[in-house]
Nanobody, 130 residues
Framework: QAQLVESGGGLVQPGGSLRLSCTAS????????IGWFRQAPDEEREGVSC??????????YYSDSVKGRFTISRDNANNTVYLQMNSLKPEDTAVYYC?????????????????????WGQGTQVTVSS
């Protein structure tokens, strides 16, 4: 059964780092655009980063709130996409989700645009607190 699983969340002090993983089983992530999203309590879901597929693998997007601190990357050998999060702030606290879209696109300076045939993970909690 195809599924997507996020991991790597946890509790970290302000200024610390975490690396989130988005790992697929049952399908190959290198054929999908990947988006990372987050949702804090009582707030709307926010797209924080995405990465394109194929010849557009260099196409990446970061929201203004995370630009310069977060880095998205692919590890096709492990069928995983990572989100390296550095210099974490309390406002980064949220549940982080990844999405994999066969027909989605990642547009530089715009973000992840859904296109159907999509998988979502269950989320991983990130808490930044002293």
């Amino acid at each position: 059964q195809a599924q997507l699983v996020e991991s790597g969340g946890g509790l970290v002090q302000p200024g610390g780092s975490l690396r989130l993983s988005c790992t697929a089983s049952g399908f190959a992530l290198d054929g999908y655009s990947i988006g990372w999203f987050r949702q804090a309590p009582d707030e709307e879901r926010e797209g924080v980063s995405c990465i394109g597929i194929g010849n557009h693998v260099s196409m990446k997007y970061y929201s203004d709130s995370v630009k310069g601190r977060f880095t998205i990357s692919r590890d096709n050998a492990n069928n995983t996409v990572y989100l390296q999060m550095n210099s974490l702030k309390p406002e980064d606290t949220a549940v982080y989700y990844c999405a994999a879209g066969r027909r989605a696109v990642c547009i530089r300076n715009v973000g992840y645009r859904r296109g159907g045939n999509e998988y979502w993970g269950q989320g991983t909690q990130v808490t930044v607190s002293s």
